[in-house]
Nanobody
């Protein structure tokens, strides 16, 4: 009914930049919160950044000042601009959408399949 698909991951050198995109498709009227999470090998999945429909944002301390989250509500799309990347940012990055308004109901806690980001020289 609703699908999330990420794009924009890849291999980048330390200090480089990447821009991730995530598109939510389906019969969607609105999405309350969209966010990016990441999971490195052997570690738990963690919140990277989140944004609500009004544009209020939150960031993990480890990415503040380097990453910027934004969204296009008309396109049901969320972006993550990642600058000054470090090897510690290497992980699979997942898109999340919560409280999705579809015909006759709300859907909660949807995830994309993830996109790999590798920061290495």
């Amino acid at each position: 009914q609703v699908q999330l698909v990420e794009s924009g991951g890849g291999l980048v050198q330390p200090g480089g930049s990447l821009r991730l995109s995530c598109v939510a498709s389906g019969s969607i009227f609105s999405i309350n919160i969209m966010g990016w999470y990441r999971q490195a090998p052997g570690k738990q999945r963690e919140l990277v950044a989140g944004i609500n429909s009004a544009g209020s944002t939150t960031y993990a301390d480890s990415v503040k000042g380097r990453f910027t989250i934004s969204r296009d509500n008309a396109k049901n799309t969320v972006y993550l601009q990642m600058n000054s990347l470090k090897p510690g940012d290497t992980a699979v990055y997942y898109c999340n959408a919560d409280r999705i308004h579809v015909p006759s109901k709300f859907l909660y806690d949807y995830w994309g399949p993830g996109t790999q980001v590798t920061v290495s020289s």
